[in-house]
């Protein structure tokens, strides 16, 4: 059954959306992962509006009423949210730029489906120093749940300060909140100190180096790898950042033979900006654009992505360059406007599942159903959980590659399934074009 665009979605498809979720957990991502084990988010009526008054003890309770630990943070249509006290909750960056800025717009439409009072999303712009004091402010100001997206060396300095709020809760975005332990045997950037909801950045370094090596055999099939030069954009401070970085490397190497050609272009001296990624990897594809005339570049962020293709642009290489993100809203607002160059790919998740699945552990953490140590049980990995007997779980979300023809089907779809307003494009959508779950992978299991 297609439906044209989120304004012709009436109220006999919302309730075929709910069965059909209900019946669909499997099926393949793009990137080869499956889909998940926890029941889906109940989708809403047309209108947006609960069906259901407080009759249920808990959002996606088990059929005994008792908390489901999986899915509590699932936003439950049938759940009267307005019955729990109205919490104050706020989004702070450290950096800014499109990608956070299209986060803040998402939690603030999120936040009131929970009948919670949005405080406000502030940006450091780039000072860690600002970012704590915006945080104590915040604080003072009354805020009880924050989404935090700070550089990652800031969780260990955060924790500290939250000890003396415990009843403020948090929950983090982008990276994962690590405690910077460097132990033998501990993933990069040390123990988590919280839940994570994301992405695996090693697959992310390794599915933008894969699909650049596709686009190039594709492309030009008889340029030989030696007149290809790959850049991996980087932010080296960041452990999550640098996994992609890493990955790449390995990926490249093992698919081309040689890292001759593999350069790294780390933004930390110069910030993370368009500007600041510019001035890091104009240096270094000039002066070697007279030994290479193809370019690949994983663009790790939207904003490093924008400014790779910029530089390769100035220097006439776009026909025989090709550059990918991790994210989407750079390209989306480019390709919007019929602006097409060497930003070609961005791998993206459902922006809408992301926040949602925040937003509704930080809710669950406000309302003592559910700690950081007991949410999502079935997500805690074996060897990457957190230090003294916390087990803190990684909760995965599926992504999809896009491309200038693909990219305004998907975030159609993205307004089907989360009942938003945010898209307007002429394109037919299927609640079943997309899955936007994950189930376990395997290695969460040991071994």
Wanted: glycine content about 8%.
């Amino acid at each position: 059954m297609k439906v044209r665009t989120k304004k012709m979605v009436t109220l006999l498809l919302a309730l075929v959306m709910v069965l059909t979720l209900a019946a669909c957990g499997g099926g393949a991502s793009t990137t080869g992962t499956t889909t998940t084990t926890s029941p889906p988010t109940t989708q809403a009526p047309s209108g947006g509006e609960s069906t259901a008054g407080g009759g249920k003890p808990y959002p996606n309770a088990n059929p005994d009423g008792t908390i489901n630990l999986d899915t509590i943070a699932d936003y439950d249509w049938d759940y009267d949210y307005s019955q729990n006290p109205r919490y104050k909750v706020a989004y702070l960056t450290t950096e800014g730029g499109p990608l956070y800025a299209q986060s803040a717009k998402d939690y603030e439409r999120i936040m009131s489906l929970y009948n919670c009072e949005w405080a406000g999303y502030l940006s450091a712009n780039g000072d860690s120093n600002m970012y704590l004091t915006n945080l104590q402010n915040m604080i003072d100001q009354g805020v009880n749940g924050f989404v935090l997206d700070p550089d990652a060396e800031l969780f260990v300095t955060i924790i500290n300060l939250l000890k003396d709020y415990p009843d403020v809760k948090w929950m983090s975005q982008m990276a994962p909140p690590r405690d910077g332990s460097k132990d033998a045997g501990l993933p990069i950037g040390g123990n988590l100190v919280n839940p994570y909801v994301g992405f695996d950045n090693a697959d992310s370094g390794i599915q933008q180096t894969l699909k650049l090596i596709e686009w190039k055999e594709e492309a030009y099939p008889d340029v030989p790898w030696e007149e290809v030069g790959f850049v991996a954009m980087a932010f080296s401070t960041s452990s999550a950042l640098q996994e992609r970085v890493i990955a790449a490397e390995q990926t490249w190497l093992e698919k081309t033979g040689s890292t001759d050609n593999f350069f790294v272009a780390d933004v930390v001296a110069n910030g993370m900006t368009i500007q600041g990624a510019i001035n890091t990897v104009n240096p270094i594809i000039s002066t070697n654009s007279g030994e290479y005339k193809h370019w690949l570049v994983m663009g790790l962020i939207d904003d490093f992505a924008t400014a790779a293709a910029s530089v390769i642009d100035q220097l006439g290489l776009s026909d025989t360059s090709c550059v990918t993100t991790f994210g989407g809203p750079s390209a989306y607002a480019q390709w919007d406007e019929g602006q097409q160059d060497s930003f070609r790919f961005a791998l993206a998740s459902v922006a809408s599942m992301y926040s949602g699945r925040v937003m509704g552990a930080l809710y669950a953490y406000l309302n003592d159903w559910a700690t950081p140590d007991t949410i999502w049980p079935s997500w805690i990995k074996w060897d990457d959980h957190g230090a003294d007997g916390h087990n803190f779980a990684q909760l995965r979300l599926p992504v999809y590659w896009l491309t200038y023809d693909t990219y305004q089907h998907f975030l159609e779809w993205t307004d089907l399934y989360s009942n938003a307003n945010e898209y307007d494009y002429d394109v037919e959508v299927d609640i079943n074009d997309y899955e936007p779950f994950m189930e376990v992978p395997a290695e969460y299991k040991a071994p």
